[in-house]
């Protein structure tokens, strides 16, 4: 197992779509990574010293990194996509807690 802390550009005209499916829990049902994926963008933050940019911790086992989630969903609602390595996946979220969240 790999751990991440992701950050990415969300593309601003399709967040309300994926607030939408997060919602639904549409996403939690893909396979084999939905309940991660649903997981994480729904606590996801915003980057303070870039606003632009979200951030999360995410659980991966895929080489490159995130790549069939990268494809099935975070592609569609994401640019810049890019990773580094954290040590727990407590270590990565609380390293990003004191942010505001993506989600009113």
Known sequence: MALYLVRAKPRKESLENLHK????GMISK?????KAI???????RIDTESPDYALWDE???????????RKG????YFSDITV?????????????EDKPRLWK
């Not at 659980?59 to 989630?69: I, S």
């Not at 969903?73 to 569609?76: A, I, R």
């Open 21 to 24: 499916e997060l919602r639904s």
């Open 30 to 34: 893909m396979t084999p990574f939905g």
């Open 38 to 44: 649903q997981y994480s963008p729904e606590n996801a």
């Open 59 to 69: 659980e991966d086992y895929c080489t490159p990194p995130l790549a069939m989630e």
């Open 73 to 76: 969903v975070l592609d569609q």
């Open 84 to 96: 580094e390595s954290v040590e727990s996946e407590e270590y990565g979220w609380n390293k990003i």
